[in-house]
């Protein structure tokens, strides 16, 4: 039997009832999730079926971007600031916390302190069941690719060019 989740934790399986997914249950593990390939071992699953959840910076609107990638795969930075139509950065640190709320090892695709534009990996739709963070380097949730679209209204774009 799983101890209690922590406040982190509680508070994603809340949004995620919330919002009508239910089945989708947040587990706690004992190694850590904060990398695809950690998250891949401790769940043992294939590191693709690992939702990566990245955050980038427009550098001249200053505003957030979500992409929802396979452990696998790696964002074509060009390609993604093409379809923005502005030069994009990866997100320090303490700005992925205060933008989603979540520290990097623990975005979650959902339950952000405010709306983000988000793209989702084409690449994810090949699985029946793919794995998300749920708020904490230790915390995750199985959802389908389906789920995932559903949750976030997300664009579907082939991230690798």
């Known amino acids: 039997m799983q101890k209690e989740l922590s406040a982190s934790a509680q508070k994603m399986q809340r949004i995620l009832e919330e919002r009508g997914f239910a089945h989708c249950t947040v587990v706690e593990l004992p190694s850590s999730t904060r990398t695809a390939q950690e998250a891949a071992q401790s ?13 980038f910076r427009r550098q001249d609107s200053d505003t957030p971007i979500l992409v929802v990638a396979s452990g696998s795969n790696r964002v074509n930075e060009q390609q ?20 989603t709320g979540f520290a990097i090892g623990g975005v979650a695709p959902v339950g952000h302190a405010e709306p983000l534009q988000t793209f989702i990996d084409r690449d994810l739709l090949r699985y ?13 949730f ?7 679209i559903a949750m976030t209204k997300g664009e579907l774009i082939t991230i690798e060019a």
Not at 128 to 140: L, M, N, S, Y
């Open 128 to 140: 029946d069941e793919i794995w998300a963070a749920a708020g904490t380097p230790f915390a995750v």
């Open 80 to 99: 993604l600031s093409a379809l923005v139509g502005e030069p994009i950065e990866k997100a320090k640190a303490s700005y992925v916390q205060k933008r």
């Open 142 to 148: 199985r959802l389908t690719p389906q789920d995932l």
């Open 43 to 55: 769940i043992g699953c294939g590191v693709e079926q690992i939702v990566k959840s990245l955050v």
